[in-house]
């Protein structure tokens, strides 16, 4: 090419540029000017438009079927009825425990009734046998100035004051507390309420022994100088006083001590006495029968 060729595409270029120069030319400026004057545009559409979804079974969305519905049902019922099993074997376990524990304290309440029992129809015999022999004397006795101390010796026996103490330490839980609930066991629930009507009649015997024999008693103080007097009001010995004074000779007073003490006798040899061995036998019974059914040593 020539040198007037070469000059034109200078001019035609712009301003002469030199080869190595790092600056841009005019027309390289405004090519730059107006690419970064144009927006930059960014596609809105998403890229998982078309991407597929899957509900999820415990989505809010989801529907059930009738089936899963039916299952969820179950799980609860059977979370509720295991609960109400559970629930209840401890409850009859707890109540099994206190069950057992109520039968041994009764067993010792038991125990010391049959001690008590023994006592008291020991004594109760005694006066049986001793209003006999009083009723021997006073039969054949006719009231003069004085009586034989032995006399009172007998009527002390023959008159002397019954007493039964029955251990309701466990009865009065049972009663009080509604702790009969607990037995399950009917032939320990039926013995049990034998035991207790029995004891109420054999109260009533006593009772009525006590209503004569307090009677007979009050007689007695008013018809002769008891031995208390000589020993501790005269400071005699006991084998010295042989005999008593008479206080009031009136035949029928002294008959009617011997009517008290014929009667308060006669409770005590038949009506009382019986009512306290038929009482000892249930309770010896009740014991071996606790001992065997709630396996006790």
Not at 232 to 256: A, C, F, N, V, Y
Request: aromatic content about 8%.
């Amino acid at each position: 090419m020539s040198e007037e060729e070469n000059i034109e595409e200078s001019k035609a270029g712009g301003v002469g540029k030199k080869e190595n120069d790092p600056r841009p030319t005019a027309n390289e400026q405004s090519t730059q000017e107006k690419e970064t004057s144009q927006p930059l545009t960014i596609n809105p559409q998403p890229s998982t438009l078309h991407m597929e979804v899957h509900k999820h079974p415990h989505h809010v969305t989801h529907k059930k079927k009738w089936g899963e519905y039916l299952l969820e049902f179950f799980m609860l019922f059977l979370a509720v009825f295991l609960g109400f099993v559970a629930e209840n074997f401890r409850e009859h376990q707890v109540e099994h425990q206190r069950e057992k524990e109520y039968m041994i304290s009764l067993a010792e309440d038991l125990e010391t009734d049959t001690v008590e029992l023994k006592k008291a129809i020991g004594k109760c015999d005694s006066t049986a046998l001793y209003s006999d022999s009083v009723l021997f004397f006073l039969t054949a006795y006719k009231p003069a100035k004085e009586i034989p101390a032995s006399f009172a010796a007998k009527m002390g026996v023959a008159g002397q004051r019954l007493t039964l103490i029955n251990t309701d330490r466990t009865s009065s839980q049972f009663k009080n507390s509604g702790g009969m609930r607990f037995i399950r066991n009917k032939k320990i629930s039926d013995a049990i309420l034998r035991y207790w009507k029995q004891i109420d009649e054999t109260n009533i015997t006593l009772d009525r022994y006590m209503v004569y024999r307090n009677a007979g008693r009050e007689i007695e103080f008013k018809l002769y100088v008891i031995p208390q007097v000589y020993r501790q009001g005269l400071l005699m010995s006991k084998d010295s006083i042989k005999t008593l004074r008479i206080i009031d000779p009136d035949l029928k007073k002294w008959d009617e001590l011997t009517n008290l003490i014929a009667i308060s006798g006669a409770i005590a040899r038949t009506g009382h006495i019986r009512n306290l061995k038929r009482q000892l036998e249930m309770a010896d019974n009740l014991i071996a029968l606790i001992k065997k059914e709630y396996h006790l040593k």
